[in-house]
C-alpha cells in the first residue's frame, strides 16, 4: 500500500492583458485579477508560496507559485 506524505505542484501563470480594453484599464485589471488569485487561494486556505511575481514589458504579470495540490499535506516542499 501506499500513502501521499507531502505533494505540491509548481505553476507558471501568465496573466494577459485584455487586447480590447484601453492600456492603463487592461494593467490595472490585471494587478486585480492576480489580488484576486491570491485572495482565493486564502480563501481556500491552500498553502502556497509565490517564487516570482514579474511585471512584463506589456503590462502583462508572470507568477511563479507552489501551491499544495488537492488537499495533500505540503512537506517541506514550501520552506
Known sequence: MKRIQAACICQT???LLKE???????????REEVEHYKR????????????????????????????????SPVGSYLD
Do not use: C, W
Not at 480590447?20 to 490585471?30: K, N, T
Not at 516570482?52 to 507552489?66: M, T
Open 13 to 15: 501563470l501568465h496573466f
Open 20 to 30: 480590447d480594453a484601453p492600456r492603463a484599464s487592461a494593467v490595472r485589471q490585471i
Open 40 to 71: 482565493s487561494l486564502e480563501r481556500n486556505r491552500t498553502q502556497y508560496r509565490i517564487v516570482e511575481e514579474a511585471e512584463q514589458p506589456d503590462g502583462s504579470i508572470v507568477v511563479r507559485i507552489i501551491k499544495q495540490y488537492n488537499q
